[in-house]
């Protein structure tokens, strides 16, 4: 299983989701611009590379936040005569956003710190980026356990990617704090760049992460094999159901699309193979909060056998 993805047996309801998700976009951006506001002050008073390092990700942070939150709304967006299948997809574009914003992010500060090493700037008003270091820290901290909330019970790969880069901050304030504590106090210098460094990897990890959860959504990639074992267990606990094929399913945003084949005894009428359609139907929406089910109907051994196709 991807590590953005979650396990859709938690999935709320899909109006509490959508209203959850629309919380998680507005939390995202406001303490964004909250931390971009701190950080430009704190940079001016130390001139430290690792404030460098932090402001710039709060600034693409604040971005990819925005687009996030656009991308969500355009998600929620009922299906209509244009996009029959929904505008989930959204959700996984925005994804490809982040990870470019993240990526671009974590090659400038590649470069910064590369300078900073062969350049090195003294670090000055250490207190000063502690403490807006802190102020950061558990600002992020509490965005990035409601967004891990929301992206559980709702699914959201906008949301759960949001929740990754996010708590890569977490990482690149601990190392904030860490650079300015070795580069004032124990008479390191090169800490500063080194840590901002490691900060540019750890971002370029996260933004790679972020990627390959979108372009498996948009790639149609299968659900994973526990879920579709789970479709499989539901669709032949009906006592009128002989077999099952041809079980096939993507996800768009937080809406999942099944697609399964059922056998049932040949003599039977298309009404009762149709109410058995519509039962298995049922269970595996009951399983699967807000999902897209089709459900083709068959007579047992259809497949293997050529007179049904005469």
């Known amino acids: 299983m991807s590590l953005l993805q979650s396990d859709s047996t938690l999935h709320t309801a899909p109006k509490r989701a ?3 998700m629309r919380l998680a976009t507005y939390a995202s951006v406001s303490i964004a611009a909250i931390l971009i506001a701190a950080k430009i002050g704190a940079l001016y008073l130390t001139g430290a590379a690792v404030m460098l390092a932090t402001l710039v990700d709060s600034i693409l942070d604040g971005a990819a936040s925005l687009l996030n939150l656009l991308a969500v709304r355009h998600s929620l967006q009922p299906a209509d005569e244009e996009h029959r299948f929904g505008h989930g997809k959204a959700e996984a574009l925005a994804g490809l956003g982040q990870a470019a914003f993240i990526g671009g992010s974590a090659v400038f500060l590649t470069f910064e710190s590369i300078q900073r090493l062969i350049d090195p700037h003294p670090v000055v008003q250490t207190a000063v980026g502690v403490a807006v270091t802190l102020f950061a820290l558990i600002l992020t901290i509490a965005l990035v356990t409601f967004q891990r909330y929301v992206s559980r019970v709702s699914g959201s790969i906008a949301v759960s990617a949001d929740a990754l880069h996010y708590a890569s901050d977490v990482v690149l304030n601990l190392g904030v704090i860490s650079g300015l504590f070795l580069s004032t106090q124990a008479g390191f210098p090169l800490a500063d760049p080194l840590i901002a460094l490691a900060i540019a990897g750890w971002i370029g990890y996260s933004a790679v992460q972020i990627f390959r959860t979108a372009y498996d959504q948009i790639m149609d990639r299968e659900m994973p094999d526990d879920e579709r074992t789970r479709v499989r267990e539901i669709a032949l606990s009906h006592k009128d159901v002989l077999s099952i094929h041809d079980v096939r399913s993507r996800v768009a945003g937080t809406t999942p699309f099944i ?4 056998e049932m005894r040949p003599d039977m009428s298309l009404q009762a193979a149709h109410q058995i359609a519509d039962a298995v ?9 807000g999902a897209e089910v089709i459900i083709h109907q068959d007579p047992a051994g259809f497949e293997k056998n050529p007179a049904f196709h005469d």
């Open 18 to 20: 959508a209203r959850l």
């Open 259 to 262: 697609q399964l084949h059922l």
């Open 281 to 289: 139907e049922a269970k595996v929406k009951e399983a699967f909060p």
